[in-house]
């Protein structure tokens, strides 16, 4: 450094020895001698070093303009934050812990992928309404991309046309509140099933869980191909598996630079089996609807309406083929059964954890219900305290805790902090219906809290959101609600419910699965008491 000072100083006294100025004794030729030379070697070096400094300014000034990252807790060279999130507790819970230090626009790198968490109602309508365009990306992800035909269906497909084109045929065709309706004898005929086959187990314990997962299973597979069939149970089976896959953390996303890491998978190489299966499961239900000619009738199934539109649009631009149809089958028993069982799950959960909860939900229900002796989907919308009773439920436990993963499409500006491109967003719906500055008594199952209450789940209440918000909102709340209210409102409606073992209500274990959704780590299983009339 000090050589370049010296250096600096004797440029100096060249460019005055050129002006006519010096600061030596005239005549005193030997310095001047000296002073030359010493400036051919230094000037260059001095040259060569501002060059370097000027790179690394502008290095360091570009990172920091750039990176004006979130901040974050310190990073591991090569796995960046993972061993902060690989601990024994769930990522939505290690996320919140972090965010409460970093706070709640946080910035992660887990492997080689950079992530933003966010943990705010204020942040996530940045992202989701503000930004939302700009957020409204999908991360190419390994086993999904398998899974969906090559992101080709609604939920992992990236933002474009295709994904627009599928969208409007789902939330306009499939799932919009006329299609809904027109399979409610289908929900109250397996909703029924359910309640004869509780009532046959009487005084004895029943797997709740495993019941109604069958049963909304059971509907969604009736909605999308009509009759029962000998494809289902291969269907329901594959379907479960790729669901346990999906849900682990699979490590080749996290490096995805890494190609060797994929030719390693043998998650990949089950799901690459998997999708085979399915597809030709798939194909063979394709074939048989396409076999018998339907006139349009109201017991029209999901594959009958995406046949037709198939037809329709035969010569446009964008056909839809057969692996299109296929996929969105597949993303309507992906997003749709697991989510709406394990909500009806929760709901029953905390009703029996807190049973003057449990003993309003049924007064209510038996108040509707008993002119009539029995539940139909007629009077549902008389049921407000259970309603409440079903968004307390989404609040405490979301199914989909981190909603699904979101992909920012370019580089933006959130709160005076830079994300870059590409980075994966993750929006932590967990953490934000338990913000204490949003919910008094946050941590308390309060469904009173929703009675009389504006706040809603449609998307516009950030406080809010276990079906996301934006345009990659849930399309389907209207497919998922009387599948959680009608099997909820039948259990309460036809029996009381008690533990097994002598157990104590109030020591019923809550704790959550890890997976894709967040469904109980042990299945619910209680004692029906089926009600004398
Ligand atoms: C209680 C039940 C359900 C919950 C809590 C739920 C929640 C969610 C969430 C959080 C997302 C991601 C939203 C986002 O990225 O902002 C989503 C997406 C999606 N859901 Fe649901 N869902 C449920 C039921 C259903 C049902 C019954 C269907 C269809 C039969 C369905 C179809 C979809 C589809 C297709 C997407 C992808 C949308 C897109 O990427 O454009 N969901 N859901």
């Given at each position: 450094?000090?050589?370049?000072?010296?250096?600096?100083?004797?440029?100096?006294?060249?460019?005055?020895h050129?002006?006519?100025?010096?600061?030596?004794?005239?005549?005193?030729?030997?310095?001047?001698?000296?002073?030359?030379?010493?400036?051919?070697?230094?000037?260059?070096?001095?040259?060569?070093?501002?060059?370097?400094?000027f790179?690394i300014?502008?290095?360091?000034?570009?990172?920091?303009s750039?990176?004006?990252?979130?901040?974050?807790?310190?990073?591991?060279?090569f796995?960046?934050?993972?061993?902060?999130?690989?601990?024994?507790?769930?990522?939505?819970?290690?996320?919140?812990?972090?965010?409460?230090?970093?706070?709640?626009?946080?910035?992660?790198?887990?492997?080689?992928?950079?992530?933003?968490?966010?943990?705010?109602?204020?942040i996530?309508?940045?992202?989701?309404?503000t930004?939302?365009?700009?957020?409204?990306?999908?991360?190419n992800?390994?086993?999904?991309?398998?899974?969906?035909?090559?992101?080709t269906?609604?939920?992992?497909?990236?933002?474009?046309?295709?994904?627009?084109?599928?969208?409007?045929?789902?939330v306009i065709e499939?799932?919009?509140?006329?299609?809904?309706?027109?399979?409610?004898?289908?929900?109250?005929?397996e909703?029924t099933?359910?309640?004869?086959?509780?009532?046959?187990s009487?005084?004895?314990?029943?797997?709740?869980?495993?019941?109604?997962?069958?049963t909304?299973?059971g509907?969604?597979?009736?909605?999308?191909?009509?009759?029962?069939?000998?494809?289902?149970?291969?269907?329901r089976?594959?379907?479960?598996?790729?669901?346990?896959?999906?849900?682990?953390?699979?490590?080749?996303?996290?490096?995805?630079?890494?190609?060797?890491?994929?030719?390693?998978?043998?998650?990949?190489?089950?799901?690459?089996?998997?999708?085979?299966?399915?597809?030709?499961?798939?194909?063979?239900?394709?074939?048989?609807h396409?076999?018998?000619?339907?006139?349009?009738?109201?017991?029209e199934?999901?594959?009958?309406?995406?046949?037709?539109?198939q037809?329709?649009?035969?010569?446009?631009?964008?056909?839809?083929t057969?692996?299109?149809?296929?996929?969105?089958i597949?993303?309507?028993?992906?997003?749709?059964?697991?989510?709406?069982?394990?909500?009806?799950?929760?709901?029953?959960?905390?009703?029996?954890?807190?049973?003057?909860?449990?003993e309003?939900?049924?007064?209510?229900?038996?108040?509707v219900?008993?002119?009539?002796?029995?539940?139909?989907?007629?009077?549902l919308?008389?049921l407000?305290?259970?309603?409440s009773v079903?968004?307390?439920?989404?609040?405490?436990?979301p199914?989909?805790?981190?909603?699904?993963?979101?992909?920012?499409?370019?580089?933006?500006?959130?709160?005076?902090?830079?994300?870059?491109?590409k980075?994966?967003?993750?929006?932590?719906?967990?953490?934000?219906?338990?913000?204490p500055?949003?919910?008094?008594?946050?941590?308390?199952?309060?469904?009173?809290?929703f009675v009389?209450?504006?706040?809603?789940f449609?998307?516009?209440d950030?406080?809010?959101?276990?079906?996301?918000?934006?345009?990659?909102?849930?399309?389907?709340?209207a497919?998922?609600?009387?599948?959680?209210?009608?099997?909820?409102?039948k259990?309460l409606?036809?029996?009381?419910?008690k533990?097994?073992?002598?157990?104590?209500?109030e020591?019923?274990?809550?704790?959550?699965?890890?997976?894709?959704t967040?469904?109980?780590?042990?299945?619910?299983?209680?004692?029906?008491?089926?009600?004398?009339?």
């Amino acid at each position: 450094m000090m050589m370049y000072l010296e250096a600096f100083l004797l440029y100096l006294l060249h460019i005055y020895h050129h002006l006519g100025i010096s600061f030596f004794p005239s005549g005193s030729s030997y310095l001047m001698e000296l002073h030359n030379h010493f400036f051919n070697i230094t000037f260059i070096s001095f040259f060569i070093f501002l060059l370097v400094l000027f790179k690394i300014v502008k290095i360091w000034s570009y990172n920091t303009s750039t990176v004006n990252l979130p901040p974050g807790p310190w990073k591991l060279p090569f796995i960046g934050n993972l061993h902060q999130i690989i601990s024994r507790s769930l990522p939505h819970h290690r996320f919140k812990f972090l965010a409460d230090k970093y706070g709640p626009l946080m910035y992660l790198k887990l492997g080689g992928v950079p992530y933003v968490i966010v943990s705010s109602p204020e942040i996530a309508k940045e992202i989701m309404k503000t930004h939302d365009l700009n957020f409204s990306g999908r991360p190419n992800l390994l086993l999904s991309t398998i899974w969906s035909y090559n992101a080709t269906d609604v939920i992992f497909s990236i933002y474009g046309e295709r994904w627009r084109q599928l969208r409007k045929i789902c939330v306009i065709e499939l799932l919009s509140a006329k299609r809904v309706q027109s399979f409610r004898s289908i929900r109250e005929d397996e909703v029924t099933n359910l309640v004869k086959s509780i009532t046959a187990s009487e005084g004895s314990v029943v797997n709740l869980t495993q019941k109604i997962l069958s049963t909304t299973y059971g509907i969604t597979a009736r909605a999308a191909f009509g009759k029962r069939s000998k494809h289902q149970e291969v269907f329901r089976s594959a379907i479960e598996e790729v669901a346990s896959l999906l849900g682990g953390v699979c490590i080749v996303d996290l490096f995805p630079s890494i190609k060797l890491l994929q030719c390693l998978s043998r998650a990949k190489t089950k799901m690459e089996k998997l999708h085979k299966e399915l597809d030709m499961t798939l194909q063979d239900i394709i074939d048989d609807h396409k076999s018998i000619h339907k006139e349009e009738s109201n017991d029209e199934d999901l594959v009958d309406v995406l046949l037709k539109i198939q037809q329709e649009n035969y010569h446009s631009q964008h056909p839809l083929t057969d692996d299109n149809i296929k996929s969105i089958i597949q993303d309507m028993f992906g997003a749709g059964t697991e989510t709406s069982s394990e909500a009806v799950i929760w709901a029953m959960s905390a009703m029996v954890k807190n049973s003057n909860v449990m003993e309003q939900a049924q007064a209510e229900v038996r108040r509707v219900f008993d002119k009539k002796g029995y539940v139909d989907e007629t009077e549902l919308y008389q049921l407000i305290y259970l309603k409440s009773v079903i968004k307390e439920t989404l609040r405490l436990y979301p199914v989909a805790p981190l909603l699904v993963p979101r992909e920012s499409r370019e580089r933006c500006q959130i709160n005076g902090y830079e994300i870059p491109a590409k980075t994966r967003v993750a929006v932590n719906a967990w953490a934000i219906g338990r913000d204490p500055r949003y919910w008094v008594e946050a941590e308390s199952f309060k469904p009173e809290r929703f009675v009389n209450s504006p706040i809603d789940f449609k998307g516009t209440d950030f406080e809010f959101i276990p079906f996301g918000a934006g345009r990659r909102m849930c399309p389907g709340i209207a497919f998922a609600l009387p599948n959680v209210e009608l099997p909820l409102a039948k259990l309460l409606y036809h029996f009381d419910w008690k533990l097994p073992n002598g157990m104590k209500n109030e020591e019923l274990d809550m704790t959550e699965s890890f997976g894709i959704t967040a469904g109980r780590k042990h299945d619910l299983c209680l004692i029906p008491i089926p009600r004398r009339f």
